[in-house]
């Protein structure tokens, strides 16, 4: 006799179904101990998510640019800098880098296989763990540049190493139009220690 009461069956039914489920995908997990203890370890936290693929976002060429010719440009294309991507634009760790074509994907935390909130560095491992590649220094300027036709209120970070400012705060790079339309290249601050919302989106250098 199952030591589950009906209400909780019914939660987890409904659970499954507004996930997609169909009745055949529950009927190979009810056949299958191999995927229930798989399923019961990412519960605990003793196994991960590891995800097979992700879709191609964005391709771009990146890179052969001083940060005086980027600003003017993105200027140009009436995109708006803050004062703080402009500061680390001029600290020793941002460099224009080599003129490529660079693809990249974007995901959040649970698209990259995460069950809990992941520190900074956490990301860049994920994300080098599945073969990918985090954005160097001169990628958010262009990808600033290349989405033209960015959604109004859509926002993500580039998955970089973080970048020390005038003020010694580590920063990342942010991707916005706002809801007034505005194109922004933008920094958030990062306190390496702390961690990062599931729905939180990033986008980084696919596999080559």
């Known amino acids: ?16 179904e507004k996930a997609g489920f ?5 009927t190979m997990m009810g056949q299958s101990q191999e995927i229930l203890t798989s399923i019961l370890g990412v519960l605990h936290g003793t196994h991960e998510i590891v995800v097979r693929s992700l ?3 964005l391709t771009c060429e990146v890179g052969g640019k001083s940060r005086d010719e980027l600003i003017a440009e993105l200027d140009a294309n ?5 004062d703080w991507a402009k500061v680390i ?3 020793p760790a941002w460099t224009p880098g080599k003129k490529e074509t660079v693809k990249f994907g974007r995901a959040t935390m649970k698209e990259l296989g995460f069950t809990h909130n992941p520190t900074w560095q956490e990301l860049l491992d994920r994300i ?3 073969g990918h590649e985090k954005c160097q220094p001169q990628d958010g300027p262009a990808i600033r540049l290349a989405l033209k036709d960015q959604p109004v209120d859509d926002w993500f970070w580039c998955a970089m190493n973080l970048i020390t400012d005038s003020d010694g705060d ?12 505005r194109r ?14 599931l729905d939180g989106v990033v986008v980084f250098r696919l596999r080559k």
Do not use: C
């Open 170 to 181: 580590p920063d990342a790079f942010s991707v916005r139009r706002r809801g007034d339309g």
């Open 89 to 91: 634009m001029s600290q």
């Open 22 to 26: 169909t009745p055949a995908d529950l």
């Open 55 to 57: 879709p191609l976002f």
């Open 78 to 82: 009436n995109m708006f800098v803050s």
């Open 128 to 130: 080098e763990k599945l």
């Open 1 to 16: 006799m199952s030591s589950y009461i009906e209400g909780q069956t019914n939660q987890l039914l409904n659970s499954f």
């Open 184 to 197: 922004w290249l933008r920094t958030l601050w990062f306190n390496p220690a702390n961690h990062l919302d």
